[in-house]
């Protein structure tokens, strides 16, 4: 592994956090997920370690890939932190669900 914390570096922690979101929400529906706080818990760890290190891409790697909704990515990381007792479970589960597998798959293009 690249030891130089550049695009490389944070890409390939960004995909194995999206990785692992993917597997750890595979057949969870939204109301196993909204009674399981340890899932909860971990999956917005998660999001905030996805949001941390896609802001610390280069501004170059972000207009390559201009398809991928930066600020919402840095943006959910805000919500999360700064309202964490007041953050929309259905919210949440539907970024997991839908929008992860998506940001992997326009990382991976």
Do not use: C
Not at 73 to 99: C, E, F, P, Q
């Amino acid at each position: 592994m690249n030891n130089a914390k550049d695009d490389t570096y944070y890409l390939e922690k960004l995909k194995k956090d999206l990785q692992f979101i993917i597997a750890h929400m595979e057949d969870v529906d939204v109301e196993h997920f909204s009674a399981d706080e340890v899932l909860q818990d971990s999956m917005m760890f998660r999001l905030i370690q996805i949001s941390e290190n896609a802001r610390k891409l280069t501004e170059a790697f972000k207009s390559q890939h201009n398809q991928i909704p930066w600020n919402d990515v840095y943006g959910l990381r805000n919500r999360i932190v700064h309202d964490y007792g007041m953050v929309d479970l259905y919210i949440v589960y539907s970024t997991l669900a839908k929008d992860i597998p998506e940001l992997l798959n326009n990382l991976e293009m």
